[in-house]
């Protein structure tokens, strides 16, 4: 009974080995994940508590938060050894050689949208701040200096707005010059109401109000437009998805999926055939949400 016993087992092991596999994998991609998330938020923690006595060393770990975050798309590189392993074949090291460039772009591109959307904040919040500066009697290049260090909506172009404000320079063209970096949009106005104000004489504070509220709608219709679109970007994340789940399930029926798909003339057609309809079903999906978000 044991020698039979040991053989059944053996028997069935390779049956259950990918299900194995793949429940080993999620796992640690969900603890790596989980790890990652507390990590962050442990880190921000300190930055928070600590910033009185330890902003280099605080600069200098958001920046190796950064580091690591930035190479996310290298993920991609274990899930298609561990296909490639489980299939028996290199197409899936393939795949997972082109899936890094087209997911560091979109990496990419949402850190960019992120940026862009920090930028206009802190453009908005300077507006705020300049104005409860002129309220409390500051003259404009004064409201400016105090405001700007605190706010960090200049840019790169900090030193040079603060110096024009400072010393009595274009102040309104400098803030123009900083406009015209992608998130900063909001300057233009600034500069437009600073050089009304000092050619007209009409009031700073005032002007600059009205752009702080303009700006802030403008944020709430972005926040309402992305809740809106929630739907639609699940629906795509969804269809992303339908195939390994579609894997999956093949492996629980007892089926070798990876196999026909893989190492059988019909099975690599299917294989062919389903990636590039899946990609355009993407795409066209991708396209209609995007074209919701432009409009």
Request: aromatic share 4%.
């Given at each position: ?89 290199v197409l899936p ?43 409390a009697g500051r ?157």
């Amino acid at each position: 009974m044991t020698a039979g016993g040991v053989t059944a087992v053996g028997a069935g092991a390779p049956a259950h080995m990918p299900l194995l596999v793949m429940a080993v994998g999620a796992g640690v991609s969900g603890g790596l994940a989980v790890a990652k998330d507390h990590g962050l938020k442990r880190a921000r923690a300190m930055f928070v508590s600590r910033r009185d006595g330890g902003q280099i060393q605080a600069r200098g770990r958001a920046d190796a938060l950064a580091r690591l975050d930035a190479h996310r798309e290298w993920l991609c590189v274990p899930a298609a050894v561990l296909l490639a392993v489980m299939g028996g074949s290199v197409l899936p090291l393939l795949a997972g050689g082109v899936a890094v460039p087209l997911v560091r772009r979109l990496i990419a591109r949402r850190a960019r949208a992120r940026d862009r959307e920090r930028a206009a904040d802190a453009v908005t919040a300077l507006c705020g701040a300049v104005v409860g500066e002129l309220r409390a009697g500051r003259e404009p290049g004064r409201a400016l200096l105090v405001a700007g260090r605190g706010e960090g909506a200049l840019g790169g172009a900090e030193a040079a707005v603060l110096a024009a404000a400072r010393f009595g320079g274009d102040v309104p063209e400098a803030l123009r010059k900083v406009s015209a970096v992608p998130g900063f949009e909001g300057l233009a106005g600034m500069a437009a109401c600073w050089r009304v104000a000092v050619d007209g004489g009409a009031g700073l504070a005032t002007g600059l109000a009205r752009i702080e509220q303009a700006l802030r709608a403008e944020r709430r219709s972005r926040e309402e437009l992305r809740a809106q679109l929630a739907g639609a970007w699940s629906t795509v994340v969804v269809l992303a998805l339908l195939p390994m789940v579609g894997l999956g399930l093949g492996v629980a029926l007892g089926a070798d999926p990876l196999r026909v798909l893989l190492h059988t003339p019909g099975g690599f057609a299917c294989l062919a055939a389903g990636s590039l309809l899946e990609a355009a079903g993407l795409f066209w999906a991708t396209r209609i949400v995007r074209a919701g978000e432009r409009a």
